[in-house]
């Protein structure tokens, strides 16, 4: 492991490379059952080796829009904070201000902004109150997409954010919104 690490502990690595490489350490979870023990060591063994760390050190370097590299990044960061929860906290104690979110929920991708909506929901009962997103993100995310599922996390996530939030502080979310946006989202969630 440490040597197929080698490359993407160097900050300035070639995205194909650092590409690549995520996607060699996500092998492993195509064949192995997220109930056995090997996947446990394995998931143990990136973690012991700061594999979350180093990653979100490549998605904070600032540069270019890169859907590649965010993609298979957060991809990798997903599956280790749903299959292990001391790696859902490390991870989420990593994540040490809002920008990281905001970023991410910014993206042109529907893709990249369904991961980043994944992860801050598995993340959210650990993030620190200054990692949370502002709420101005997943309203604008309910306001322009057509995507239902991404309304729905967007929601959700609006939901927790409610919940942590003391209760002299508004969401903005208009009437209108609510009623046009977000009403048919939860009329499917109860329907189905």
Same mark, same amino acid.
């Given at each position: ?28 979870? !195509? ?41 298979? !990044? ?98 903005? !979310? ?19």
């Amino acid at each position: 492991l440490e040597m197929i690490l080698m490359p993407i502990n160097d900050e300035n690595v070639n995205r194909e490379i650092l590409c690549r490489t995520v996607k060699l350490l996500s092998l492993p979870f !195509i064949s192995l059952s997220t109930e056995s023990q090997e996947c446990d060591s394995y998931v143990g063994s990136l973690m012991d080796a700061n594999v979350p760390k180093i990653l979100l050190i490549h998605l904070k370097t600032p540069e270019e829009i890169d859907f590649e590299k965010t993609d298979v !990044i957060l991809q990798l960061l997903l599956r280790l904070a749903l299959m292990n929860s001391k790696a859902c906290k490390d991870l989420a104690e990593e994540i040490n201000n809002n920008s990281f979110f905001h970023g991410l929920l910014q993206y042109e991708s529907d893709q990249i902004k369904d991961t980043s909506l994944c992860l801050l929901m598995k993340l959210f009962p650990h993030l620190p109150e200054d990692s949370l997103p502002d709420h101005k993100n997943l309203i604008e995310i309910i306001r322009k997409s057509d995507n239902s599922d991404l309304v729905e996390k967007a929601m959700l996530c609006i939901i927790q954010l409610q919940l942590r939030k003391p209760a002299n502080q508004s969401s903005d !979310i208009s009437k209108q919104i609510f009623t046009d946006r977000c009403l048919p989202v939860l009329d499917n969630l109860t329907v189905t």
